[in-house]
């Protein structure tokens, strides 16, 4: 949906541009509001040693941190390997991102990406396959 919406705002744009009248365009959707601003990190490949204390360390050169989230196994009380890190800007995340992508912390190379809000109740896609099975018996 949010592609669409964004298809049809360069529409809108590219007609503008060619000087067609306003007039005979017809708009279906609104053009796209601005996304929300997205501060909060995801970092992955986080060593087991890792606290909340050295991965604040780790990013604060690149903003103000304000939250450092580890998340642990509840049998173990072991990291599972992954967190997330909350900056005040969204220029300072994209910054960390950028830096800190591919490098090593505690001997271990950091995956690290821009988090996605987690929908709780919302519609699960699964995708369709039909012919998964005229494939298998294909190649038997």
């Known amino acids: 949906m949010k592609n669409a919406m964004g298809m049809v705002f360069l529409a809108r744009r590219i007609l503008t541009k060619a000087n067609c009248p306003a007039s005979k365009l017809r708009y279906y959707s609104s053009p796209p509001s601005s996304p929300p601003p997205n501060n909060k990190l995801f970092v992955g490949g986080l060593s087991w040693s890792v606290d909340e204390k050295s991965l604040t360390d780790a990013f604060s050169s690149f903003g103000e941190v304000t939250e450092v989230n580890i998340l642990y196994d509840k049998d173990t009380g072991r990291s599972r390997g992954f967190g997330f890190v909350n900056f005040s800007k969204e220029d300072d995340a994209r910054c960390a991102k950028d830096a800190m992508d591919g490098k ?37």
């Open 104 to 140: 090593a912390l505690l001997g271990r190379p950091l995956r690290i990406s821009f988090a996605l809000e987690k929908v709780r109740g919302g519609p699960v896609v699964v995708p369709h396959l039909s012919k998964i099975g005229d494939i298998a018996t294909r190649n038997t």
